[in-house]
């Protein structure tokens, strides 16, 4: 007889319900998701026993084989298998691959995943696999006795599988790695060359400067070498992506399972084991999702996960062999939570990992194998963990449905040879008041508690009830055409002008039709920098906004040096952070780069094991990092002079004589000193930080600041902001439009 999954967990749900009494009023059940199977199997695929495909691997591996298709587009759901749809090809032997992941933990799950498929296919000739991160780039080159041009060369050609981050990959296609009589194509004309495919995971996580560094060195590739191939991975299609590859004269492709009705969504046992008979393969378990409604207040999820930790802990005891992760905003929450956490659990025999920017390497691969973790975006990109029990904090759609997909994935783990099968499959999400009034309260509420339904339902009503934040549409066109401008001029230089001289008039033209403008007009601007910068510098080089607007992610004004005394690894002590973080959340004790750098060879000296320094070399300030500061000190910015005029420009300027003012703080004159010197291409707004996030609809994390002035110093609120290098110049496609019409376009 068939019966209702919910049903059949109905005495789960039941206990769940005593043990967290009061935690949540609202709770609905998410079904489970079953992929198509294909219909059969492409030509020349052997699969291992008991294996079968997808239809969206499928049609991935047809769309890589197809000669009329440039960009393949896959959206599978989370947990699809979609890095096996990149890599088939290549262990098939029939193409060289490069992954790009926007995290190094990304990479290194993803040569573990791609390990497994080698051993599962057992390809006649096994295809290498290279793992290239800034910080294993430094010390390969250090280790070989090589500059670092030579080790990307030697490394690249190395492999038949090339995983590194898009940060390199945009460097070296910019002569970031070259000495000035180098031939500008000397590293991107090789490797262009020798590899077929280029694969470009989870790419939802890039803002309007990467997608822009990505069309311009995709359009670089295809005028100087054909017949390459783009995949896209993403559980979110980008349609400003689509948009402008078409525009540019690529042909697209996409695959979406959702839209081809390839997802089953079964709410009967029954029915369940119809698809099962069927081939369809589950993708997603069942899960008791519950809403936990807070106020949008400094440590309001700190201070939930406090009250209700014996109710975490009754989970682990009553579900024995659990695996839970705990998803937040803030490191230096995680941070807090971490030992708190560690003290009630690990007396239970639970282990405690964390994993956030600032832990350490060994510190974040043990995490994912803990009892319970705690990180910050770090895990919620991508990366394969196996887990039961999630409790997860959102600021927006996108980060709603990511971190909930890290749940539900897989039935259980291997512990000491033994399988460990998950029972149940709980959530909980801890967002603000606003969202769970638009999703439950009112007349017609989108969602009612203790109702079932499907996931691309419930994801829409997410997207359309959850807080909406700017996608910089403007950025294209008004800064993307800086980095063509750059790779054209490349393409223009004496050493291989003749070579690419039909390349750089295609190269042109593509990126003319891709960003809307022409690069005569972006080369005016940039000679406007230019002559602003000599002005203020007394300098006849250097154009500070042109470098950042032709960077990946923008300059790093603010990041300084730490020495983590909080961290058990000596060797992994040595960090970066910004200082707005820093200045927030961080006790700290300011050192020289003397002793910093001291410190760090000492360190290698007794490890024997080598510490990246090139991280370290442009750093505004170093610290030692005593602890983590249980209450966020206030802080601003601070401008000598008047800021009036700065905000009526209305334009992107490099502005000196900056400060921070915070009083409780003992070393800020040690950092002003340094902080007042430096050039920082910024962008001013006569308005407060908090009204600009709101109206702008500016991401959680975008690094805008309030600043007073001379005048305004002593003001309770600073009723300016300031937004620094890529920040400035995203906050000036708003600005741009909005400064015609003063206060009326406010409002967005």
Not at 283 to 302: G, M, Q
Request: with cysteine; net charge neutral; glycine share 6%.
């Amino acid at each position: 007889m068939a019966i209702s999954i919910l049903r059949a967990n109905i005495e789960t749900i039941n206990q769940l319900r005593t043990q967290f009494q009061h935690m949540s009023e609202y709770r609905i059940t998410l079904k489970p998701v079953y992929s198509c199977p294909a219909e059969e199997t492409p030509k020349g695929v052997k699969l291992p026993e008991n294996w079968s495909l997808s239809w969206h691997q499928v049609e991935t591996l047809k769309a890589i084989r197809d000669p009329n298709i440039d960009v393949i587009l896959n959206y599978a759901m989370t947990g699809d298998g979609k890095s096996l749809a990149a890599y088939l090809e290549t262990l098939l032997g029939n193409c060289y691959a490069i992954g790009l992941y926007p995290t190094n933990e990304l990479a290194r799950d993803q040569d573990t995943q791609i390990q497994g498929y080698i051993e599962r296919f057992q390809p006649p000739n096994e295809p290498r696999i290279v793992r290239l991160s800034g910080q294993e780039l430094e010390i390969y080159a250090q280790n070989e006795d090589l500059k670092k041009a030579a080790a990307i060369s030697s490394r690249t050609g190395q492999s038949e599988i090339l995983l590194t981050n898009p940060d390199i990959f945009h460097y070296l296609h910019r002569g970031a790695y070259l000495t000035r009589y180098d031939n500008p194509d000397k590293l991107w004309g090789k490797i262009d060359k020798d590899f077929d495919l280029f694969i470009f995971d989870e790419f939802h996580v890039f803002s309007a400067p990467q997608i822009a560094s990505v069309i311009n060195t995709m359009l670089l590739i295809r005028h100087t070498n054909r017949h390459k191939k783009f995949l896209f991975l993403s559980a979110t299609p980008n349609q400003q992506l689509i948009q402008r590859l078409q525009k540019a004269g690529f042909r697209c492709q996409e695959i979406n399972p959702i839209e081809k009705q390839k997802y089953q969504f079964p709410e009967l046992n029954d029915d369940c084991l119809k698809l099962k008979a069927k081939g369809w393969r589950q993708v997603s378990r069942e899960i008791s999702l519950n809403f936990v409604s807070l106020e949008p207040s400094f440590k309001a999820s700190e201070n939930w996960l406090k009250q209700n930790s014996n109710a975490i802990l009754s989970y682990f005891q009553q579900h024995p062999g659990s695996k839970g992760a705990i998803i937040l905003n803030s490191i230096a929450a995680v941070k807090r939570l971490t030992p708190f956490f560690r003290e009630l659990l690990e007396f239970h025999g639970l282990v405690v990992g964390e994993n956030t920017g600032l832990s350490g390497k060994g510190e974040k691969e043990r995490s994912l194998s803990s009892d319970l973790v705690l990180g910050t975006s770090t895990i919620d990109v991508g990366v394969d963990f196996k887990i039961n029990f999630l409790i997860f904090e959102s600021a927006d759609a996108g980060s709603f449905i990511q971190r909930l997909g890290r749940l539900g994935r897989h039935d259980g783990y291997e512990r000491n040879g033994q399988e460990i099968v998950f029972n149940n499959f709980t959530a909980y999400a801890l967002v603000p008041n606003f969202l769970v009034e638009r999703l439950f309260l009112g007349d017609a509420p989108p969602l009612e508690s203790g109702g079932v339904y499907d996931r691309p339902s419930f994801h829409d009503k997410i997207r359309e009830n959850y807080r909406k934040i700017n996608n910089f549409e403007g950025y294209y066109s008004r800064w993307g055409a800086v980095q063509s401008m750059r790779i054209c001029r490349q393409l223009g230089h004496d050493k291989i002008k003749q070579q690419y001289e039909g390349s750089q008039k295609a190269f042109q033209a593509a990126c003319e039709q891709a960003f809307n403008i022409s690069l005569k007009q972006a080369f005016g601007r940039s000679k406007g920098w230019q002559k602003d910068w000599q002005q203020l510098s007394g300098k006849d080089k250097g154009n500070p906004i042109a470098e950042d607007a032709a960077s990946f992610r923008g300059s790093s004004p603010l990041g300084c040096g730490i020495y983590d005394l909080t961290e058990s690894n000596e060797v992994e002590r040595f960090k970066t952070y910004d200082l707005p973080g820093i200045l927030s959340n961080l006790d700290i004790e300011v050192m020289t780069e003397t002793a910093f750098m001291r410190s760090l060879t000492q360190t290698v000296e007794r490890s024997g094991e080598p510490i990246a320094k090139g991280r370290f070399e442009y750093c505004l300030a170093f610290m030692k990092l005593l602890s983590y500061r249980e209450e966020r000190l206030n802080w601003k910015f601070t401008y000598a002079g008047d800021l009036r005029p700065k905000a009526d420009a209305w334009k992107v300027q490099v502005l000196t004589g900056i400060e921070v003012w915070q009083p409780e703080n003992y070393w800020i004159g040690e950092i002003n000193k340094r902080l007042r010197k430096e050039a920082l291409v910024s962008y001013v707004i006569c308005r407060p930080v908090a009204e600009v996030r709101m109206r702008l609809r500016l991401p959680m994390h975008f690094q805008i600041y309030p600043i007073s002035d001379q005048y305004s110093f002593h003001d309770a609120t600073a009723p300016y902001c300031i937004a620094f290098s890529q920040s400035a110049l995203l906050v000036d496609t708003l600005a741009y439009w909005l400064k015609s019409q003063g206060d009326e376009l406010w409002i967005c």
